[in-house]
């Protein structure tokens, strides 16, 4: 690889732009690998505490059986992915997980139902639930798939303070992955959720067999919203039994790691969260992944039907790495 001559490794630059172009996207991944993750390191630093990570935990708070075709997932009724569907949780048994993810240090609790939309009666157990969550002092996000404008708006009013929707690969890309619902269907309600006042969290898989243009402009299309996304998780695909992109090659780690540190530079105020495949990822990866520049993780055993690193051996890394927990979601502009 080459570096770009017009794109310095130690230029400085917090500031928040939506105006990126492919060209030097590609420059940026294409930087030598230390140049590449001290430019991302030194706007971290800029814009964050370096040492400290955002820490959310994961709730299926309605499991499988979803009308969609995305390839990555086991909760599609389309595939036969060995899980078992649960109807939407009473909300005490969605209170006493928050407590415990709580208890275990979580400041952000992420509840995900596997729906195409949610039902507005859906709605109201949810707002039930995101109340719950806030009393006991948690931040709240919930993931519930495409929203009408009424949906958003009674989200808000029930105290929600972010929602997940994620754009997943390029526009390109798109319909290799997921032919049931649009990349616009996805921008809508990522515009309806910023119209509302809530949060956005949206971010992306990689290692779903995407070139490097593909990766590139699924960052360029975060980082050109009209206003960047407060949390970006970038996940690694979980290859999962029975779902179509099972037995995809395995992108190279190092790509992966120069994602988040490409993503950093774009979106320098954003929490960057080193989201799903951490499982399979060693401790030395995460610690590169943390140094280039995320600064958010889920944290629990489970994701939301998936294995997560256990949380003794998060709060192990944390301490061999001096990471501590805390922060809000963005950095103060
Ligand atoms: N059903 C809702 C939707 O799709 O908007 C919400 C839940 S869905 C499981 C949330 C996100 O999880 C997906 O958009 C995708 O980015 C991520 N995800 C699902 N399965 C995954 C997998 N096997 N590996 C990595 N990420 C995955
Ligand atoms: C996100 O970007 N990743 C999370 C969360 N948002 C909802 C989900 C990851 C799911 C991984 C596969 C599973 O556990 O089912
Ligand atoms: Fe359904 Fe969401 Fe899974 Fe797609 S990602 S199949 S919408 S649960």
Redesign the pocket.
Known sequence: MSASPAISPTQQSTTTRHDWQLDEVQALYALPFNDLIFKAQTIHRENFDPNEIQVSSLLSIKTGS?S?D?G????SARYDSDLTPEALMPVDVVLKAAQKAKEQGASRFCM????RQPKDRDIERVVEMVQGVKALGMETCV???MLTDTQTARLKEGGLDYY???L?TSEDYYSEIITTRTYQDRLDTLARVREAGINVCCG??VGMGESDVDRSKLLIELANLPKHPESVPV?M??Q?EGTPLMGTEALDPLIFIRTIAVARIMMPKSRVRLS??RNNMSDEMQALCFLAGANSIFYGDKL?T?DNPMTSHDSRLFERLGLHSGGSSYAND
């Open positions: 979803c969609e995305c990555y997932c086991p909760q995900g139902a596997a729906w993931t519930l798939g997940n929707h994620n997943d992306g898989i996940n695909l979980v999962v799903a495949g939301l998936t």
